[in-house]
């Protein structure tokens, strides 16, 4: 709610999508997918399992790979240009389902590997940085333990922390808080509604309505690799139009 | 869990006491039924038996200050034959009055050996390390080296493309700087070389006489083969696992093509091809010594045996590990350097270890192409007339070397394993 009062039309455009489609051998993952995201915009994408929606993310950092139409990151075309590649991931920050921290690091080391060794960060410089995120997230007093000494919420949260340290302009979430037990979601969202309140430009994957209805400006429904409805949440959730939409949100409204 | 729940008044109780002390553990473990305790009485018994035939054998009756062979007949083990060729089954043919050398060297290997176990030497000081062990180890065994202007050249360049390619991501560009130049010094000086322009020119350090490797033998040859057959397999080896799981084909398919050629010949037939047949191959004139062919070949086939279990240590990653390290933006050096091989060689240590046990006893099969390494020794000691009859106590005391050897991996493994499992631990 908060965040459809901004004015995002005159909002320069961030990411790109243009007519991409992917296939798994001969599954059809994506199918024409057009999308536009402004800068400081919140989308949430859900939508049925095997529906594409992790699989469209994980394209826009080239976790996989499309294979044809056009994805551009903030001016950058994605190809395989290794270099081009590597400049879009240093923008975009990405949340995992299974945290997929470094077991062998400490929590610190987690969070300083990237500035240090990508962006060529003094350490002592990416060390502040990291403590300062910590504290943002609440667990700076974790800062020197393991990641399999904390609970998956903690995880999540130095996960989010870890993308954050590189300052991206764009985070990728995808389904943040399905792995974790229930009563760790809520701090979770807590940071990710922060964050959203303070003008990042968020893709969450997310089953979370709550979460949607406070940040996000747009809610995309993904269903067979199609985007097939999109609207502000208000909207979204009162008329959706589509009868897929229609059923898809019956299911997911009825279990909460 | 953040916080426990309460759980009121209830304090935890002592465990039952006929469960604990010397009576107790025995009680459940030794003696917990009939068919335990009978089955606990009757293997002390066969243990001690055996082991009262044993002592009777190499303690009580044994004999140690024979001179001749047949003086030690009739009694318990001939000891006195390990005194009279221990010098010969540890340095072999090695001149005797400079059979301090070979001593010396082993001790620099083992103390090389134990100072690369701890794992805070794990840095430049590894390389420093073992670049000041392997010069002192080779200078004492050969006597004197004789470094040719190329092979500095060539190390100065292999020196650059490493640190350059290692360090790309952090060093500062005078570091760089140095690193372009050495390439630079070194392919200018390769080429000026071999177009004829710079002389075959060389540093002689020559403080003691030389020994040929034809001469050398018992432990320091073991100790060498095994060392720096594993020292260069292990490296080797490690790339061959990655180029195994490359996306590019034709990587991948001469690692799979190597590993599985290896793999699939015996030990001895690659050592004999590399004795008998490569001399063949060479052009006339031109000959590369035994000992280093034989090395080679320990280093080749050791390598493809790593592989295979760093592979496995690979494939036990979940993708999520190599999607973050891509997420985040390192490139393949940094994500293969920092994120996947310090997690997968976590997990290979116990097959690993495992491998190089096998390679340490493996090299005494290096006496099918005449080196004489310390198991060979062993068995020429056997040989003198004088002594004819004692292969028991002979065989009996290498296999007593070996088993140090051996058994020390065994617990570093066990101790690594632990150390590095540390923090991770929950």
Redesign the interface.
């Known amino acids: 709610m908060a965040a459809t009062a901004r004015d995002l039309s005159k909002a320069e455009s961030v990411i790109q999508l243009k007519g991409v489609n992917k296939w798994y051998g001969q599954f059809h993952v994506l199918t024409d997918i057009n999308l536009d995201v402004k800068e400081g915009e919140k989308i949430v994408i859900c939508g049925p399992s095997g529906s594409g929606k992790s699989t469209l993310i994980r394209c826009i950092?080239?976790?996989e790979e499309h294979q044809r139409g056009d994805i551009v990151v903030h001016g950058v075309t994605l190809s395989n240009d290794?270099k081009n590649i590597?400049a879009i991931?240093?923008e975009?920050?990405?949340v995992?389902q299974?945290?997929?921290?470094?077991?062998?690091l400490?929590i610190l080391d987690n969070l300083t590997?990237?500035p240090?060794?990508?962006k060529?960060m003094p350490k002592k410089e990416a060390e502040e940085i990291a403590m300062s995120l910590l504290t943002r997230v609440r667990i700076p007093e974790q800062a020197l333990k393991?990641p399999?000494?904390l609970?998956g919420g903690q995880q999540q949260r130095v996960a989010i922390a870890?993308?954050l340290c590189?300052r991206p302009k764009i985070m990728l979430f995808d389904e943040p808080t399905s792995a974790l037990d229930p009563e760790m979601v809520k701090e979770v969202l807590d940071v990710m509604i922060e964050l959203a309140r303070e003008g990042m430009t968020m893709l969450c994957v997310t089953h979370e309505m709550g979460f949607a209805r406070a940040v996000a400006d747009r809610v995309i429904f993904m269903d067979r690799g199609e985007i097939v409805e999109q609207n502000e949440p208000e909207e979204f959730f009162a008329n959706p139009r589509n009868d897929r939409t229609k059923l898809f949100l019956g299911q997911i409204l009825h279990n909460h | 869990?953040?916080d426990a729940m309460p759980v009121g008044d209830r304090k935890p109780l002592p465990p039952p006491v006929d469960e604990t002390g010397v009576v107790g553990w025995a009680r459940k473990n030794l003696f917990s039924s009939w068919g335990n305790g009978i089955t606990t009485i009757v293997l002390i018994a066969a243990v001690v038996w055996i082991l009262n035939w044993f002592l009777e054998w190499a303690l009580f009756t044994a004999n140690f200050t024979a001179t001749t062979g047949s003086e030690c007949r009739g009694g318990g083990a001939c000891w006195a034959l390990i005194r009279e060729k221990f010098r010969y089954i540890f340095f072999g043919s090695f001149p005797y009055q400079q059979h301090w050398r070979p001593l010396f060297a082993v001790i620099t290997m083992l103390a090389m050996l134990v100072l690369s176990a701890d794992r805070r030497m794990w840095n430049w000081r590894l390389l420093v390390i073992w670049g000041v062990g392997s010069f002192i180890t080779f200078l004492l065994m050969f006597g004197q080296i004789h470094i040719p202007l190329s092979l500095i050249l060539f190390v100065a360049l292999a020196g650059g493309v490493i640190g350059l390619t290692l360090r790309s991501?952090?060093a500062p560009s005078s570091e760089r700087m140095a690193y372009y130049a050495l390439i630079g010094i070194g392919v200018v000086g390769l080429a000026l070389r071999i177009a004829g322009v710079l002389p075959k020119w060389s540093i002689a350090i020559a403080p003691l006489s030389y020994v040929e490797t034809s001469l050398w033998g018992g432990l320091p040859v073991t100790l060498i083969l095994a060392t720096y057959g594993l020292a260069f397999a292990f490296p080797y080896g490690i790339l061959l696992a990655l180029g195994r799981r490359s996306n590019l084909p034709l990587i991948k398919g001469l690692c799979v093509g190597f590993i599985e050629l290896i793999r699939g010949v015996p030990l001895i037939s690659l050592l004999i091809m590399a004795s008998v047949m490569l001399p063949l191959f060479l052009p006339s004139g031109t000959t590369i010594d035994k000992f280093l062919r034989a090395q080679v070949a320990v280093i080749l086939f050791a390598g493809a045996y790593i592989a295979e279990v760093i592979r496995g240590g690979l494939q036990s990653l979940?993708k999520?590990?190599f999607?973050?390290?891509?997420?985040?933006?390192?490139?393949y050096p940094?994500k293969t350097l920092?994120?996947i091989l310090?997690?997968a060689l976590?997990v290979v240590i116990p097959p690993l270890i495992n491998t190089f046990i096998g390679f340490f006893k493996d090299t005494s099969l290096v006496l099918i192409i005449g080196i004489f390494d310390f198991l060979n020794t062993a068995n020429q000691a056997l040989v003198d007339p004088n002594w004819a009859g004692f292969p028991g106590e002979v065989y009996l005391f290498a296999a007593f070397v070996y088993f140090i050897f051996c058994f020390s991996m065994s617990r570093y493994s066990k101790y690594l394993e632990f150390e590095l499992n540390k923090?991770?631990?929950?």
């Open positions: 950092n080239r976790l290794v590597e991931r240093r975009v920050g990405m995992f299974s945290f997929n921290l470094f077991p062998h400490t590997l990237a240090i060794w990508v060529k393991y399999g000494q609970s870890r993308a590189m | 869990m953040t991501a952090l979940p999520g590990q999607e973050a390290a891509d997420a985040m933006g390192l490139n940094q920092l994120i310090p997690q976590r923090g991770t631990r929950r």
